[in-house]
């Protein structure tokens, strides 16, 4: 049987992004669709990036990971990729503010 509701990942590559990130996840956690998981892979923020995902892990359980070493921009959004286990992906710049019904539409 087909699940009706299958997981979404939302793939984020964060780095240096406080300025926009709490917009964006807002406008991700306020999506239509609700089977959503959000993975953030940082690499290597000097601002509060890192404290704002944290914050939403415990509002929300947006799952992150730091960056040992800085993989750059595409190797980065390869790591968050890797770390997802939806069935489908969806890509989000840190900079991008999601329509509440894109998810579904898609």
């Not at 306020?30 to 944290?54: C, F, M, P, R, W």
Request: glycine share 4%.
């Amino acid at each position: 049987m087909m699940n009706d509701n299958p997981l979404v990942s939302v793939a984020m590559a964060t780095f240096n992004g406080e300025r926009f990130l709490r917009q964006q996840l807002d406008s991700i956690y306020a999506q239509t669709y609700k089977n959503i998981e959000i993975i953030a892979t940082d690499d290597g923020s000097t601002d509060k990036t890192v404290d704002i995902l944290e914050e939403y892990r415990l509002k929300h359980g947006l799952k992150y990971w730091r960056n040992e070493n800085t993989l750059g921009y595409v190797k980065n959004f390869e790591k968050a990729a890797s770390l997802c286990e939806g069935n489908y992906i969806a890509f989000c710049d840190q900079d991008d503010v999601w329509v509440p019904r894109k998810i579904e539409t898609l």
